[in-house]
């Protein structure tokens, strides 16, 4: 089994900024890709930003040049630095993590439960 915890989530002025953390721990041999999606009531689940075990990044263009995604291939963790957090990036933010259990090149999406950021104006 492979668990997902996300933490760092809470409440914070328009202007701040907040630093979510992502760990995966269980039955992984790698993990290909880490990332973060973000949803509000009402809407669909949108990609926030992702990073691949070689260290390449995307990012959606509401967040570009304001957060930055890193990674600790060793400690199978990722990172999400918001900076400059704006009211309309209030929502639950969903880390997931692609991961081969073994050396076959089979990968399974497991998510974590939520945090929740709230960006106050």
């Known amino acids: 089994q492979v668990h997902v915890v996300e933490s760092g989530g809470g409440l914070v002025q328009a202007g701040g900024s907040l630093r979510l953390s992502c760990a995966a721990s269980g039955s992984i041999f790698s993990i290909n890709v880490m990332g973060w999606y973000r949803q509000v009531p009402g809407k669909q689940r949108e990609l926030v930003s992702r990073?691949?075990?070689?260290?390449?990044?995307d990012y959606a263009d509401s967040v570009k040049g304001r957060f930055t995604i890193s990674r600790d291939n060793v400690k199978n963790t990722v990172y999400l630095q918001m900076n400059s957090l704006k009211p309309e990036d209030t929502a639950v933010y969903y880390c997931?993590?692609?991961?081969?259990?073994?050396?076959?090149?089979?990968?399974?999406?497991?998510w974590g439960q939520g945090t929740q950021v709230t960006v106050s104006s």
């Open positions: 997931y993590a692609e991961v081969r259990k073994s050396p076959a090149p089979e990968a399974y999406a497991y």
């Open positions: 990073i691949i075990s070689g260290g390449s990044s």
